[in-house]
């Protein structure tokens, strides 16, 4: 049975930080892509970030415009565990984010739970 249980999240003042985290078991985690994404009321659901998985060129991330500079997407692959960093945090950052993993070939993909952050001004 695959999971994704994400933690962190909550209340913070703009300018504030945060890091959400996303521990996964019942897959091959190391191989997988892994993302985030954020969905705001009303609102179509985005990536904000994203990491490859497997080995050599795994490791690579990208980045919403919205967030670059701000946010960092990072993996252990000894915890099956993503995080994402967010610093330096606005209003509009408010939102439930979501992480998620891509499997590269098959392209099957699983969500966490989501968690809500919330930024006050």
């Known amino acids: 049975q695959v999971q994704l249980v994400q933690s962190g999240g909550g209340l913070v003042q703009s300018g504030g930080s945060l890091r959400l985290s996303c521990a996964a078991s019942?897959?091959?985690?190391?191989?997988?892509?892994m993302g985030w994404y954020r969905q705001a009321p009303g609102k179509q659901r985005d990536l904000v970030a994203v990491?490859?998985?497997?080995?050599?060129?795994?490791?690579?991330?990208n980045y919403a415009d919205s967030v670059k500079g701000r946010f960092t997407i990072s993996r252990d692959n000894a915890k099956n565990t993503v995080y994402l960093q967010m610093n330096s945090l606005k209003p509009e950052d408010t939102a439930v984010y979501y992480c998620?993993?891509?499997?590269?070939?098959?392209?099957?993909?699983?969500w966490g739970q989501g968690t809500q952050v919330t930024v006050s001004s």
């Open positions: 990491i490859t998985g497997g080995s050599g060129s795994g490791g690579r991330t």
């Open positions: 998620d993993a891509l499997h590269p070939i098959t392209r099957t993909n699983y």
């Open positions: 019942g897959i091959i985690f190391s191989i997988y892509n």
